[in-house]
Each structure stands twice: as C-alpha cells, then as structure tokens.
C-alpha cells in the first residue's frame, strides 16, 4: 500500500457520503497493518498544520513555541487515540462473543475517526468555531454502520458492544485531550 492523495480524498468523500457502501467495501479488503500512517497520519498532519496556523496568527506576540507545540499535541493525540482505541475495541470482541480481529479493529477506528479529524482541521484553523466540534459525533454513526457491516456477534450482543465501545471510545478521547491539554499548558 503506498500513499496517494487523491485516494485519500477519495475515501474521505465516500465514507462520509456513502458509509454502508464504503464498509461493504472495506470489507473484503486486506489494508489495515499501516492504515495509521497512510490514512490517519496525514489528515492528522493537516490538521496540526491548520492548529499551527490558527494558534500562530491568533496571537499578538507571533512567538512560534506555543503553535508548535499545540500542533504536536494535535497529532499526538490523534495517534494516541488510535492505538488504545485499537486496543479496547479488540479486545471488547471477545467479551461480547465475536473474534477477536485487529485488522477489522483497525478497518474501525481509523475510518471512524474521519470526521473528528476533519473537524479539527477546520476548528485548528478557525478557533472560533469550536461549536462545529458537535459535527465530530458522526463518528458515532460511522463506527455503528462499520460494526454492523463488519463483525457477526451471537445472539443480541451487537448493539451492546457498539454502544459500550462508543462510550469507551469518547471516555479516552476526553481523558487524551484533557491530559494533553493541562501537560501543554504545564510548559
């Protein structure tokens, strides 16, 4: 798997116009050992980009430290939320009676995260307009669609691993983010 931009932008626009059609396809496809880096790295990378720029020009002092080190914890915290995510997610298979696969675990988190991501790009370039955040609960939706389209469960077990996963999910995406912000703020 190599990096292309255009099939980036092109995955983006069809997991958040057609999500069922784009998990139907994922499916079946093998791509999910550097999906982090092909993927999630360079959106994240935007949006670090678009954090710096905001932070910067924000500022009446222009100094660069502070963009900077906003924009690493942008990335960071994205990637951090990746790999425990990955984690949590598969290893709640199990629990919930489904086999336990990283690859689909992957195929999950990745791709759900896409509006979060996306919206950070836009509130990084623009800090006043944190209250377009809301729009990143999409990825709720995404990651339900991609759970039902992906793994069997036994019996009614589905809906409660989506949910608990969910919830699992935004409790360490709000623990990263706070943390990251009071350890940013500590410098």
Do not use: C
Not at 62 to 88: D, G, N, T
Not at 143 to 160: M, Q
Request: without cysteine.
């Amino acid at each position: 798997m190599e990096f292309s931009f255009s099939k980036l932008i092109g995955e983006v626009k069809l997991i958040l116009i057609n999500p069922k059609g784009f998990w139907v396809e994922k499916k079946e496809s093998a791509e999910s050992q550097q999906l982090w880096i092909y993927y999630l790295l360079p959106i994240a990378l935007a949006g670090a980009l678009a954090v710096f720029i905001g932070e910067f020009f924000k500022r009446t002092d222009f100094f660069i430290q502070f963009p900077l080190l906003k924009a690493f914890r942008e990335v960071l915290l994205f990637v951090l939320q990746y790999f425990i995510s990955v984690f949590f997610t598969k290893e709640l298979m199990k629990t919930f009676g489904a086999e336990k696969n990283v690859a689909l675990a992957r195929k999950l988190v990745v791709y759900s995260m896409t509006p979060m991501l996306l919206v950070s790009i836009i509130t990084g370039l623009f800090p006043f307009l944190y209250v377009v955040d809301i729009l990143g609960i999409y990825s709720f939706y995404l990651f339900w669609v991609g759970a039902k389209e992906l793994l069997t469960f036994p019996e009614n077990k589905e809906h409660s691993y989506i949910l608990i996963t969910i919830v699992v999910n935004f409790f360490i995406f709000s623990f990263l983010s706070i943390f990251l912000s009071k350890l940013l703020l500590s410098f």
